[in-house]
């Protein structure tokens, strides 16, 4: 298994450009999530999934939209970049049931708005 | 809203001291307490804490949480540079799942 896969892994950005942050999982877990990381901020959640075709705003979801067609894939739209968006992306996925909370991630994507 | 603290928020030790990492929540709906390893790429999955007062070991990592005082210590004994890394703590007091993450230790061993 390849586990939680994300594309591209670095990204520069202008501001008001656009782009989608890919994300898929090969472990069918029901839940997948979308973090952002700042230095020394640990990680916010911005949105995440239940299950296809459904989704929510996490804590910090201004500026982006999501969307999941598959169970295996849930991808992260930036609309009209801005630099305050410049951070390290974490998807994340789980097979939330009876407790268990463990969220595995992937690798990250680092994007940079000028 | 839950908040989760994490202190030291940074160290620097030498190899072969013991470390303790110290997270603390507050949470209305608590039902785990999870702690991660971050080096440089994705958190990487060490404990999950659910009973107070159980200890979670793996090598010369351990875990203890206490429900009452709402916190949770992570320990490292005989730490090597291969522990240097971010380590982060979260509570899973929220609905669908979600985890609520702390800012993290920066843990720093030399050599």
């Known amino acids: 298994n390849a586990g939680v896969t994300q594309t591209p892994k670095f990204r520069i950005l202008k501001i008001g450009q656009s782009m989608t942050l890919q994300c898929t999982q090969d472990?069918?877990?029901?839940?997948m999530y979308w973090y952002r990381q700042d230095p020394g901020m640990g990680l916010k959640l911005i949105y995440y999934?239940?299950?296809?075709?459904?989704?929510d705003k996490g804590e910090v979801p201004n500026g982006y939209n999501v969307s999941r067609s598959t169970t295996e894939d849930f991808p992260l739209r930036l609309e009209l970049a801005a630099p305050s968006q410049t951070s390290v992306y974490f998807c994340?996925?789980?097979?939330?049931?009876?407790?268990?909370?463990?969220?595995?991630f992937g690798p990250g994507t680092r994007l940079t708005v000028l | 809203e839950d908040k989760v603290v994490q202190s030291p928020l940074s160290l620097v030790v030498h190899e072969g001291d013991t470390v303790t990492l110290n997270c603390s929540y507050e949470?209305?709906?608590?039902?785990?307490l999870l702690w991660y390893k971050q080096e440089k790429k994705a958190p990487t999955f060490l404990f999950m804490l659910?009973?107070?007062?159980i200890e979670k070991k793996s090598g010369r990592l351990s875990s203890i949480l206490d429900k009452k005082e709402l916190f949770s210590i992570l320990n490292i004994t005989a730490t090597q540079t291969g522990d240097s890394a971010i380590y982060l703590c979260?509570?899973?007091?929220?609905?669908?799942?979600?985890?609520?993450f702390g800012k993290g230790t920066l843990l720093t061993v030399n050599p």
């Open positions: 949470v209305t709906n608590f039902r785990s």
């Open positions: 472990m069918n877990h029901n839940y």
């Open positions: 999934s239940v299950g296809a075709g459904i989704t």
């Open positions: 979260a509570d899973s007091g929220g609905s669908n799942y979600k985890l609520t």
């Open positions: 659910t009973s107070s007062g």
């Open positions: 994340a996925s789980s097979y939330s049931d009876r407790g268990n909370y463990e969220q595995f």
